[in-house]
């Protein structure tokens, strides 16, 4: 079946840098595009970005531009995001996702001294 | 970036109940407005893609409408199995953008 599957939780010290992946299965990783959202505990969702994974064409929103690196191996269906300089306000659970509603399972991302 | 406004952000309602969640753009969207349920600890869940097309799978109790600026969620009939929080995204451009989320609760 149609899945994406996330890498595991991560800990990390303020400054750091985090990259998070995103095996896909079960299609053509390179027919749609993948998006990056995040949800802060207790708190909404968040748009991050997006990345074709044909092209490798990327765009991200201004909150994260500078920050923020979409990525991806297409030999192994896989996605990656990697952000930069974290703070403890990046502390969150990081989804991918596809069109039409197809998400990973999260991956928990905490950043702390 | 466009905005959503989603109302209410809370809503206490009884299964049985006919329940009515409500997005705005800030500018017109065509129909690209989808709504998602999500549920402690999980991921999101499609409920409704292009503004009124029940994603597969999801029960008949759920329906969308609207076209431009507004949008609606309604569930018919309330479950014991739908309270959750419930988001609209816009993917009409990017940034895509989502509301603030409506939690629905039991009463």
């Known amino acids: 079946q149609v899945q994406l599957v996330q890498s595991g939780a991560e800990v990390k010290k303020p400054g750091a840098s985090v990259k998070v992946s995103c095996k896909a299965s079960g299609y053509t990783f390179t027919s749609y595009d993948i998006n990056w959202v995040r949800q802060a505990t207790g708190q909404g969702l968040e748009w991050m970005g997006w990345?074709?994974?044909?092209?490798?064409?990327?765009g991200y929103a201004q909150k994260f531009q500078g920050r923020v690196t979409m990525t991806r191996n297409t030999s192994i269906s896989t996605a990656y995001m990697e952000l930069s300089s974290l703070r403890s306000e990046d502390t969150a659970v990081y989804y991918c996702?596809?069109?039409?509603?197809?998400w990973g399972q999260g991956t928990l991302v905490t950043v702390s001294s | 970036a466009i905005q959503m406004t989603q109302s209410p952000s809370s809503l206490s309602a009884s299964v049985g109940d006919r329940v009515t969640i409500t997005c705005r753009a800030s500018?017109?969207?065509?129909?690209?407005l989808g709504w998602y349920q999500q549920k402690p600890g999980k991921a999101p869940k499609l409920l409704i893609y292009a503004a009124s097309s029940l994603q597969s799978g999801v029960p008949s109790r759920f329906s969308g409408s609207g076209s431009g600026t507004d949008f609606t969620l309604t569930i018919s009939s309330l479950q014991p199995e739908d309270f959750a929080t419930y988001y609209c995204l816009q993917d009409y451009n990017y940034p895509q953008t989502f509301g603030q989320g409506t939690k629905l609760e039991i009463k």
């Open positions: 500018q017109g969207i065509r129909n690209d």
């Open positions: 990345m074709n994974p044909n092209s490798g064409n990327t």
């Open positions: 996702a596809r069109d039409p509603g197809v």
